[in-house]
């Protein structure tokens, strides 16, 4: 059974950094893609970025380029979101997911396996 499970969100001034975790039950971790995605009330769930298999490929939204770093340790079957310079506009629940397609995709609905989400709120 798949199971991710979050860590690391939290409340923080603007301009401050965090870092999220994702850590996942997952007997071949290195056949997925892996993303984060966050969702704020009254709004639709937003991919953030994602990391393919290997973690050669990368991607972000255009609102977090330059801001966020997505990076994953195979060896530890875990995925990590660093987040400098935050906004209050970052202030979301965020969720690590997991895609078993060999095609690396960020679009939400091409994700198989999600967490339970772990909140960020940042504060102006």
């Known amino acids: 059974q798949v199971q991710l499970v979050e860590s690391g969100g939290g409340l923080v001034q603007a301009g401050g950094s965090l870092r999220l975790a994702c850590a996942a039950s997952?007997?071949?971790?290195?056949?997925?893609?892996m993303g984060w995605f966050r969702q704020s009330p009254g709004k639709e769930r937003e991919s953030v970025a994602a990391?393919?298999?290997?973690?050669?490929?990368?991607y972000y939204a255009d609102s977090v380029k330059g801001r966020f770093t997505i990076s994953r340790d195979n060896a530890k079957n875990t995925v990590y979101l660093q987040m400098n310079s935050l906004i209050p506009e970052d202030t979301a629940v965020y969720y690590c997911?997991?895609?078993?397609?060999?095609?690396?995709?960020?679009?939400?609905?091409?994700?198989?396996?999600w967490g339970q989400g772990t909140q960020v709120t940042v504060s102006s």
């Open positions: 997952i007997p071949t971790f290195s056949n997925y893609n």
């Open positions: 990391i393919s298999r290997s973690g050669t490929l990368t």
């Open positions: 997911a997991a895609d078993r397609s060999p095609l690396f995709t960020f679009r939400p609905m091409q994700y198989d396996y």
